[in-house]
């Protein structure tokens, strides 16, 4: 009898978690998912404008008690700590992944002029890092071009959608005319650009992410189908 592998998600942002569950399900038939939600994590980072050695404290902390409790892998589903997360995994048992490098490995891949769109800055520079460290990698020549969709997040801490989906629907337009492709740097902004034309495609985190996350298992073997 196979062993019931245990996935756990450590999230920052508390709605994404039925989204990642069920994702997680249809890529990891037969797995167990958990869940560890810390929003104080990214709240933090963006009071202090980086991740700050609490914040990567905390972080670790969460690493290890998922350990602790038997997970098999391990998915940090905030970008904004995708660098943290990189820096555990080199010191982590357990496999430890951060959501994004899927989504950064498809757009070097389709693209050589990719724009980045963020609605917090301490997510735009991470992003901006691996998406040029990726490109490095895998020897593609791409120009990246950065924007911050200003005031958007703070439309979406105040329940203000709306305005924060057209915020961002609007800068995603004008970055769109200077690219080939673009990267949206956090979830919560790929509902903004559900409806009408778009002008240019672009790559969220959370399909491919996951996508990458699971093939990377199924060769570990870590999983079967």
């Known amino acids: 009898m196979t062993p019931v592998?245990?996935?756990?998600?450590i999230h920052t942002v508390s709605a994404l978690e039925p989204m990642f569950a069920s994702l997680a399900s249809e890529r990891l038939a037969g797995w167990e998912?958990?869940?560890?939600?810390?929003?104080?994590?990214?709240?933090?980072t963006i009071a202090n404008g980086r991740v700050d050695q609490k914040v990567f404290s905390d972080l670790e902390r969460h690493v290890q008690a998922a350990t602790n409790v038997g997970s098999s892998a391990i998915i940090v589903t905030c970008s904004t700590l995708g660098e943290a997360v990189d820096q555990l995994a080199a010191r982590?048992?357990?496999?430890?992944?951060?959501?994004?490098?899927?989504?950064?490995?498809?757009?070097?891949?389709?693209?050589?002029?990719?724009?980045?769109?963020?609605?917090l800055p301490t997510t735009l520079d991470p992003t901006a890092r691996l998406l040029q460290s990726t490109a490095e990698r895998m020897r593609r020549h791409c120009k990246f071009i950065s924007r911050l969709s200003a005031g958007a997040f703070s439309c979406l801490r105040e329940g203000n959608r709306e305005g924060?989906?057209?915020r961002?629907?609007?800068?995603?337009?004008?970055?769109?005319?200077?690219?080939?492709?673009?990267?949206?740097?956090?979830?919560?902004?790929?509902?903004?650009?559900?409806?009408?034309?778009?002008?240019?495609?672009y790559l969220t985190s959370p399909e491919l992410g996951m996508d990458y996350i699971a093939q990377v298992l199924r060769l570990s073997r870590m999983s079967v189908d």
């Open 168 to 201: 961002v629907r609007k800068d995603y337009e004008a970055l769109s005319g200077e690219v080939e492709l673009v990267v949206l740097a956090q979830a919560s902004m790929a509902r903004a650009l559900h409806e009408g034309p778009l002008h240019r495609p």
């Open 33 to 44: 998912i958990a869940s560890t939600i810390d929003e104080n994590l990214l709240a933090q």
């Open 92 to 119: 982590t048992a357990t496999p430890l992944y951060r959501i994004d490098r899927g989504m950064a490995e498809r757009a070097v891949v389709q693209a050589s002029t990719i724009g980045i769109l963020a609605t």
């Open 164 to 166: 924060h989906d057209e």
């Open 5 to 9: 592998r245990k996935l756990t998600f």
